[in-house]
Each structure stands twice: as C-alpha cells, then as structure tokens.
C-alpha cells in the first residue's frame, strides 16, 4: 500500500492511500467516519435498501491496515456508526469482528455528532482498554470529530473532504486528506460515504485560504486547495 | 362509410376542406382496440386522431375524462390544446379540453383530479404520476381513448415502455379502452403497433398518404469538404446563400457543440444581416421560447438547431431543411425532411452537407436510401426491468396488489409480453427486500405481504416514489447564467463534467454567445460576455448517434462499384488512389492496414460498426496488443474505422479478432468500464435503489450521501448475481458500449482478415488522423498524469511539496 509523508505539528505522520492516518512514532493509527451501520440506517428510516455489504467491506480494509502496521493505538475519530441504533443493530458476526480488531490494543473512540451515545459495541468479547472521549491529546497531537476554527495539532474527520481536478480533460474526483498546517481533516474511511468538496465553504471556514490537500488513492499527492472565486 | 355529423360537415364546408382518406379511415376504425396510424407532418394527424374522439363527446352525453392525449414534449401538449381549441370553440362543441404537465400549478392538478377535463393532454410522466394515486380509478373512470403522439419517438426510449406499463395499469381500470398511436414514418411499423396494442390485441396500420418524393440533394460548395472534421464550417458561405433564397430554413446539426460553433460561424459570416436564430436542448427555457416565438412570428430566415426540433411543433413557415454532416440514420433524416413544407402533398425541399470527404460518400448512400424508401433503424429489446421495477412502485403506492394481478397486467404491454415469471418477481423481490444474496432487510422491506396483497410498509414511502417518477436523466448538467448583480440571465446548460474542467477566464460558446467563465456559485455557473475571445468548445451532452448498419452496408456496397461518377471530384480521386494503395473495405471481409508513420508503428482496422462499437473494438484490440507486447500508445475510432498507433508494427492480426477472445476480454474489461458505472446510476435511479438528485438538493451544496459509484463496487464486490448488475450490463451492451455490432461485425467477416502493409498512411487512413477525441492507453496511465499534475499545481502556487517528498518512495512496486 502506498502512502505520502509529511510534517504536521513537529511530527512526521504518514497520509496512507487507503484514507487513514498513520503516526509510526507512537505506532498509532487514526481512522474518521467509519459510519458502519449506515445502509441498515437508511432501511430503517424507509430512504432506500442499500447493498448491505459495507459493515463487512469498511472492516476488512480497516483489518488490512492493522495487520498491516500493527498499531498499538487505535484512534477513531468519531462518526464511527451511523446511529446509536446502527450500533445495536450489527449482527452477532460483525460484533465478534469488530470485538476481534478492538481487541489487544488501546482503541479511542471519539464520539462524534451521528453516535453521541459512545461507540461500545457491547459484547463480553470487547477488552476494557476502548474508550469513549469527546477529545483526546497524544503529545502535541489533539483529536478530535470536528475542527475548530483555531486549533493548533488538532486532527479530526466529520467533514469526508474530497477533491477533485481537472488532468487535461479527465476528471479526478477522490477522498483527501486537508491540512493548513494547524489543522488536518482527516477523509472518511467508510465504505458508504459521500464526499465534500473541500474548496466548499464549511471547509474553508476551518482552513482558510492556504490549505493543501492529500489525494487518497494508490499513490496520495499532495495538491494545493484551488482557491476558486466564489462569492 | 361513417359520415361526419352536421356540425362537423359544416365546419369543414365553411373552412373550404374535404376530409383527408386517413381522417375517413380513423373514423371507421374508431371503435377497434388499437390503431396504429402512421402519416408525415403535416396533413392533420393530430385532427385524425381526436375526430372520434370530439365527435363522441359532441352530444354533451359524456361525463368525466373521455380521451388521454399523450406526447414526449410539453410544449407539444399545450400546442395541441390551442389547435383543439379553435375547432371546439367554432363549433359550439360541449368539450373541455386541459393540458397537465410538470409545469401546471399545484391548484390546478389538484382540481384536475377532482374534476378531470373530458380531453386531459399529458406526457408519459406526468400519466405515471397520475396513476400512482388512490384515486385514480375514479379519475380514470369512463376514460374512452388514448391518443399517444409521436409514438416513434417514444418508443426509442424507457419513456415508451413506462407509458406501455401505465396503459396496462389503465387498461385494467376501464377494460374498453381504445388506443390510438400517430407515428411519424418508421421502418418497422409493425413492431410500433405490437408496441401499443395491448398483447395480444390486433393493431390495425394505417397509412396516409406520404405525400410525393422530397426534392433532397447534396449541397454544391465552392469549396471541397475537409478532410476530417464535423462542423461543416466550409460551408457556410453556401448555407447563408441558401438561407437567403428560401423563406424559413431548418439547418440541422448531429450535435450542439457543432449547432454552437455553426451557428457562431455564420455570425461571423452573416454579411446580409438575415435573423437566424439557435435552438437546442441545453439552452434555456427562456431562449428557446424567445427563438419558436420569433419563429411563428415568421421573424427568423433561419434556426441552427439539433434533435431538441425532430418533434412536430408545428409552427413557422419551413420551406428548406438543410442537414449538417452525415445524417447517421435514414429513418432520422427523412423525419427531419418532412419538417420542410408542413403543408400536406408538397414536396419537401432538403440540402445535406457532408461535414468531411468521406461523409460525402455516406450522404452520398443516405439519398439513395431516401429515394428506396428504404430506412433502418435497430429493432427494440425486451422491456427494461428496471422501468418495470418503478411501476411496480408506482402500484404500490396507489394501494394494495396481487403478484399475480400485476403480472398478468405488465404482460399485456407489448414489451413485456415476453417477460418470464421468474424475471418480474425477480424485480418485485428487488422492489420488496432489496434483492441482495444476504438478506438484510427482512425487518425494513418496502414492500410486505399481508394475506396475500403486497403493499408498502410505511405508507408514508408513497411520496417518496412519486417525486422519483421518471426515466429521463439529467441530473449532470449545470445551469449557466449571466453574472450580475440581480440573478442574471439563465443561457443554458452545460454538463458538470465540463464546468468542472472551466478556470475563471476560460471561454466558451452557449447560445450562440462567447462567455467567459466567472466561478461557480450554488451550482450555477456564472459567466460574462466576451465576444472578443477565441471560445473553448463546450462539451454538450448531445449524443453522438453512431452510423447505422443499414448505412454501413450502402457504404460498402458503394465501394465495390469500378468508378464513382456521382460523387465530386476530389473524394472520388480519393477512393481510386486508396485501391491504388491498398484495397476497399468489403461487407463480408475485415481490413486491416499496418504501416509506419512519425516513429510510431499504426494499425487502421475498417470494421464499419458504428462510432460506439468502434470505440469498444479500439478498447479491446489495444488491451489484446499490451499483452502481446505491442506497446500501444492510444487509438480514435470513427463510424467506419479505428486507428491504433504503438511502438511496435503488429505482424499477424488474425488473433487479435478471434470471437472467443475478443469476449473473453470484453468480460473483464466490461466489469471496470467507466460507462458501466453511468448506465449502473441510471438503472438505481430509475429501479428506486436510490433518489434521484433535484437541483434543490444539489444546490444546497450538502454533501452526497454516497456515490453510486461506491454501490457499483460493492454490488460487483460482495452480490455480483444481483438483478441491477445484470440490468446494467444489459443496457450497456446496447447502448454506448455496442458489442452487439461487433459481432455483428464478427459474423459478417467470419475470420477473413486482409492484412495490407504500406510504408506510410493510406488514402483511408489519413482523415483518422485529424480525428478528435483521441484515447490513451492507460496502465498507471492516470496515476502518472495525477503526480504530474499535482507537482506543476505546487509548483504554480510557489509551494514546495513536502521536503520528504523529493527522496520520494512508493512503499510498494506497481
């Protein structure tokens, strides 16, 4: 798997193809907006009845990355499922799963606006060392689910950034990550989520005018955020 | 035979007109099921399908809806409504005619239901819309006839099959309803009669006169065709003096682009000031009307337009149609001929203007398929099931249904009267549960079975399937405004694709106008003028219609002649120095031409299957010549030929086109193709898996809940067998994609390839290398220009990529 270095509050993380964050010096690694549960959601709430494979989909590539790496923190920045009743409504199977990568390693979850109640799957299966926080601080380094406006070190999720350009007549739309050096945004990491464009106006407001961007994808680059005209 | 009734009789004897043969006809046939009539414009078809129908309702004895009139347009509605209304009015008739759209206030809909007009004029979505309803038993109540206008054109699209599935619904609320379909000329008109009849109802045709042979030829230039190209700029000198001798000129494009820099050319060019004026389907409302006003007015000499005019509004004084560019499909152009002279038995005056040297040849082919009356056109497919998915949602929203029921009801559409069981509860599982392998929603279903009737879960879902009623898409287009402080003036639209390739500065054509691009704000593109600027082109969604095979084969039929006295010099010494060279392509053998040029080696493949196959051939051939280690660079199709150009000279082209491999390649290739995933949007929006996006939505500028793509992945991903994946396939493989014409192709040359080497471009050959729309082969191609691109971005903005990133490393080979 591919991934681009850079420096961020005197640290040196690493933006990974894949969307996550990776911070080899305190072995850990940070993921946004997982959303699991988000098609039993919308089935739910009657809005339609999405292919309901993205539990299984967002777990497996969140298992690639830690076997991968081998963190020994584990950060999810919140937004992690799609409600409270998203959470209870996993099955016996992907409780065991997630149970099976929470399990013998620090594991933050953030609370974010969509599962204000925590994010414990319950089980007996799950180890004590999880816990549910507003924020949380490793070093110079404070996460977060949302940005905001003057924080310093703060790395957060909410807002799913993507961009896209323009590569001489073909268009490239991914997931980014966004930094103005203060702040970082991660992308989300679920399988179903949308994107924002992070030229849009909730982003700038965080970021001002001098952001970059983190493409996602097999070989992340780095881009300016193009400062379009807008009104 | 059935006389007309005094008032009638009279009515015609004080306008000075005797019955047309086909008005008579309609008249006898008034009370069979179904009647196919098919007449050119003009000649009062749409009065021959209502005369039943106003002398039914003359005596005043009918309550309620009597007659539904359904056409594609809008306007076309309100159109029929005024010319109704004059004879209505003249003769004191008891009859209460309406039209209902999109457009209609809510006020007025809601009395419509209540009190239904005796003549209701619709288009297929709106009827979808109505039948949704509870009520619409009691609305439809009495319902005597239908009359669907401009059933050619419906059938072309899901449009067609959505309104054959309302008719069942309809059908079966009032079982004697009698249906009427007015068709402009077709190859088929069989298939457009099983198309309306309820299955297994006999249809009765019905010809009027055609009318004489149209006066059609090619236009003469001064100037000879280019040799590659599409816009027929050369010709505009002529076009303006042709303009200037007739009275009212439709001047025809394949596409708006090619409309837009037509019409900008000969504002440049127009010396002796004459009005002419542009229309197509990406402007605005505002200016399209402002264009057909000025039209019926009989203030414009001429209109530049597209398809947006194939329809039969009637209106202006048309006395010349003049096509630019090839006309691709016979049957499309002698529509558009008959949109010249809209009074009934005159000739049809018409002007086609080869936009390149080889259209000369497939004009060339199109006029004598015109003069054999011989036209062509693809037969139509079984009935879309995802259309058939958002009529089962449909039913359900206006109450409670049997499986069976419904079944026996969408059989007797004529698209669907093939339709296996199988398939439809297939679809009403999908519309039920979702359909999926692992079965999820038992405790959310949309649909649920109670004692044997299914019906919506939550009663509340009706709202949402009606506001997602429809099969048009055109939720990827932007509007384009003028920017000023108060609004500004809607333009158009463009397609979001191209906005988002627009900088602040760029330039580019709508409506006949330069503008520049200003920025982009709540999903509207703001522009100012500029006419001083050179435009960018716009890339408009206008289809590109691929060369029939019909046409094809006159082609090559063309190419076996010894000499070609009938075409102008230039491309007649053309062809004799390609057979010089090399040889002709032949129906029932494929070419192939090898030969060096600029360092790259070329392979020229004339498979004759039409842009879209071409293309896909391109696609596969070159993907067949990476793994043998030919190194292809890239490849342009056209309607007749792919060029291919790499770093190696291929020796034996026998393997590439072997049947077998060619799908096996297909497959893979099929499964990632960037037009699968579109034709995969259009089949979830339409199915109802999800809604479709209103520009409200959109404009919010909220962020989308999820890509279609994403579902597409994780379908092919985790339930490849699911029913959206098959309908997506199936729908690709007709339209842009067009593998059927490659085997079609296969077929026709049954493994005889001739192979040419030359030692430089043949005659053929070398038009395709002006040709636009050039395809890189792509490996890491994308990732490569991405990195490119990123680093001249930081570069521009004086910002330095990351320090780390100058000793930059992939942590993996690709």
Not at chain 1, 122 to 139: D, N, Q
Not at chain 2, 74 to 96: C, F, H, Q, S
Not at chain 2, 767 to 778: C, K
Request: aromatic share 6%.
């Amino acid at each position: 798997m591919n991934a681009l270095d850079f420096d961020f509050a005197g640290e040196r993380l690493t933006a990974r193809g894949t969307g996550a964050l990776w911070w080899a010096a305190r072995r850990c690694l940070v993921v946004a907006d997982l959303h699991l549960g988000k098609a039993e959601r919308f089935a739910r709430k009657g809005r339609a009845q999405l292919p309901p494979y993205e539990i299984a989909d967002t777990l497996a590539r969140l298992l690639g990355e830690i076997k991968e790496l081998g963190p020994e923190i584990v950060v999810a920045l919140g937004d992690s499922f799609d409600d409270d009743a998203a959470r209870d409504a996993l099955s016996a199977a992907e409780r065991a799963e997630l149970a099976d990568l929470v399990g013998g390693r620090r594991w933050v979850w953030i609370a974010g606006n969509h599962d204000p109640g925590g994010s414990d799957p319950g089980g007996e299966t799950v180890e004590s060392c999880e816990e549910t926080v507003e924020s949380c601080e490793l070093g110079r380094i404070v996460f977060r689910h949302i940005a905001t406006p003057c924080g310093v070190g703060e790395v957060s999720g909410h807002y799913h950034p993507k961009l896209g350009l323009g590569l001489g007549g073909k268009r490239v739309s991914r997931r980014c990550f966004v930094t103005n050096g203060a702040r970082l945004i991660l992308p989300a990491f679920g399988t179903f989520t949308g994107g924002l464009d992070c030229t849009a106006p909730p982003i700038r407001a965080v970021m001002g005018d001098q952001a970059r961007a983190i493409l996602t994808g097999p070989h992340p680059c780095m881009v300016p955020v193009p400062r379009l005209a807008r009104a | 035979m059935t006389a007309l009734p005094p008032p009638f009789a009279d009515w015609f004897a004080t306008r000075g007109w005797t019955v047309h043969p086909h008005q008579q006809e309609m008249l006898e046939r008034a009370h069979e099921p179904a009647t196919l009539m098919i007449a050119p414009t003009g000649g009062g078809k749409t009065l021959a399908g209502f005369l039943p129908t106003l002398i039914e309702l003359a005596e005043g004895r009918h309550d309620g809806l009597h007659t539904l009139y359904v056409s594609p347009l809008k306007a076309l509605a309100a159109d029929i409504r005024r010319n109704l209304t004059t004879p209505v009015t003249e003769m004191g008739l008891p009859i209460r005619i309406e039209d209902r759209t999109g457009d209609s206030s809510a006020t007025t809909r809601r009395r419509q239901r209540a009190d239904p007009p005796h003549i209701l004029l619709t288009t297929p979505e709106s009827l979808a819309l109505l039948i949704s309803y509870e009520d619409a038993p009691r609305i439809f109540a009495g319902l005597q006839r239908i009359v669907v206008d401009e059933i050619h054109a419906l059938a072309e699209s899901k449009r067609g099959d959505q309104l054959m599935l309302a008719l069942s619904r309809l059908q079966a609320m009032v079982p004697g309803l009698r249906r009427v379909g007015l068709s402009a000329t077709v190859e088929d008109p069989a298939a457009i009669a099983a198309f309306l009849a309820r299955h297994p109802d006999p249809c009765g045709i019905l010809f009027a006169d055609p009318g004489p042979d149209p006066d059609i030829a090619m236009l003469e230039t001064d100037a000879a065709p280019p040799w590659a190209g599409g816009g027929g700029r050369y010709a505009v000198p002529a076009v303006l003096d042709q303009v200037a001798r007739h009275r009212t000129t439709l001047i025809f494009h394949n596409t708006r682009a090619q409309a837009e820099l037509f019409f900008h050319e000969v504002w440049l060019q127009n010396e002796g000031a004459l009005p002419i004026g542009i229309h197509h389907g990406a402007l605005s409302r505002e200016q399209r009307t402002r264009v057909e006003a000025a039209m019926v007015a009989g203030q414009l000499r001429a209109i530049v337009c597209t398809g947006s005019l194939d329809l039969g509004i009637d209106w202006g004084d048309v006395d010349l149609v003049i096509q630019i560019g090839a006309p691709k499909n016979v049957k499309r152009l002698v529509q558009r001929i008959g949109r010249a002279n809209h009074r009934y038995n005159a000739p049809s005056k018409a002007l086609l203007v080869p936009a390149n040297r080889f259209e000369v040849v497939e004009c060339l082919a199109a006029l004598e398929a015109v003069k054999a009356r011989d036209l062509d056109g693809e037969p139509r497919g079984p009935g879309p099931r995802d259309v058939l998915c958002q009529h089962i949602l449909i039913r359900a929203a206006s109450g409670p249904f049997r499986a069976d029921d419904l079944f026996a009801e969408v059989t007797s559409a004529g698209s669907y009267a093939s339709l296996g069981r199988a398939d439809f509860d297939a679809c009403l599982d999908f519309v039920a549960t979702g359909g999926y392998a692992l079965r999820r929603y038992d405790q959310w279903q949309r649909l649920m079975q109670v004692d044997g009737l299914w019906r919506l879960r939550d009663p509340r879902g009706t709202q949402r399937i009606r506001q997602n009623i429809g099969t048009i898409m055109d939720t990827d287009l932007v509007k384009v405004r003028l920017k000023n402080r108060r609004g500004g003036m809607p333009l158009g639209e463009v397609e979001e694709g191209f906005a988002a390739t627009l900088s602040p500065g760029d330039t580019f054509l709508i409506g006949g106008e330069i503008v520049r691009y200003e920025n982009l704000r709540e999903m509207v593109v703001e522009v100012t003028r500029r006419p001083e600027k050179p435009p960018r082109i716009a890339t408009f969604m206008g289809t590109k219609f691929a060369t029939s095979t019909q046409l094809s084969q006159r082609i090559l039929e063309m190419f076996r002649q010894d000499d070609w006295p009938e075409l102008p010099p230039a491309t007649r010494d053309w062809l004799r120095l390609q057979r010089a060279r090399s040889r002709l392509p032949q129906a029932d053998r494929l070419l192939v031409e090898s030969f060096p040029f600029g360092g790259r080696a070329f392979t020229c493949v004339y498979g004759f299957a039409g842009r879209n196959a071409m293309q896909t051939l391109g696609l596969l051939v070159t993907a067949r010549m990476e793994a043998e280690g030919l190194d292809p660079l890239g490849f342009v199709a056209t309607d007749y030929a792919t060029l291919i150009w790499g770093l190696r000279a291929l020796e034996d082209p026998a393997p590439l086109f072997s049947g077998p491999d060619l799908r096996a390649g297909f497959e893979t290739w099929l499964a990632g193709n960037a037009v699968m995933k579109r034709t995969f949007k259009q089949v979830a929006v339409i199915s109802g898996l999800i809604d479709r996006q209103t520009r409200g939505q959109r404009k919010s500028g909220r962020q989308a809940a999820f890509s279609a793509d994403i579902l597409y992945d994780t379908l092919r991903k985790y339930d490849p067998d699911h029913l959206l994946l098959e309908i997506t396939r199936q729908e690709a493989l007709r339209g842009l994609v067009d593998f059927g014409r490659i085997e079609e192709m296969l077929a026709r040359v049954s493994g005889r390839i001739d192979h040419v080497r030359c030692d430089r471009p043949t005659p053929l050959a070398a038009p395709l290398f002006l040709e636009a729309g050039r395809v890189p082969v792509e490996g890491a191609g994308t990732e490569r220009l991405l990195a490119t691109e990123a680093q001249r971005l930081m570069d521009a903005a004086g910002l330095e990529i990351d320090p780390a990133e100058a000793g930059r490393r992939w942590r993996a080979p690709f």
